[in-house]
């Protein structure tokens, strides 16, 4: 009977461990923090936002920038990834073309110094130009946490904007949101 029990325990306990695959499309809900589903939903959400502008759908084919995606949340988020989905999924459209984002560390930097006022506007233009960019893709995801002892809610919005090389004006803004709670239950302590 000890054999039999032994044995039941061994084949339980063996059960519970492994390494399984999951298909990339499965929403991921483990707790609050970001995750690949969120990183998927708030891309796919801004790229067919830009796709849909007016900025986009003219007939000519748009080359685009990506300055940067800046991280303001206390979580560690690749914002990288956030502007590679983009770009991918805007690609796709076969609307815009996109300028090599390790070739643009130049360009970002004289970006930054122009802000300063260490660089004139017509230097940036001529920059943006020798690139063959029309457009700056530039933005920023942050959160808002609130924890208790048994649940957490966490706030995100992604806001992204494209600005004309040219004329430096602002010429499509979007923003995208998200709320997620997670609660622990009694059994989870």
Known sequence: MIKVVLVLCAVFLNSCAGTSYITPDTVTKYDSKFSDTDLKMMSSYMAESLKNSDVIKGAEKKALGILHIKNKTSEHINSDGIADKLMVNLLKTGKVKFADRENLKELIE??????????????????????????????????????????????????????????GEIVWADEMELKKKSSTHIMDW
């Open 110 to 167: 004289e970006q930054r110094l122009s802000a300063l006022g260490m660089v004139d506007e017509s230097k940036a233009k001529e920059i943006g130009k020798l690139y063959g960019i029309d457009y700056f893709l530039s933005g920023f995801i942050e959160s808002i946490e609130k924890r208790s002892s048994r649940s957490e809610l966490t706030y995100y919005r992604l806001s992204l904007k494209l600005t004309d090389v040219e004329t």
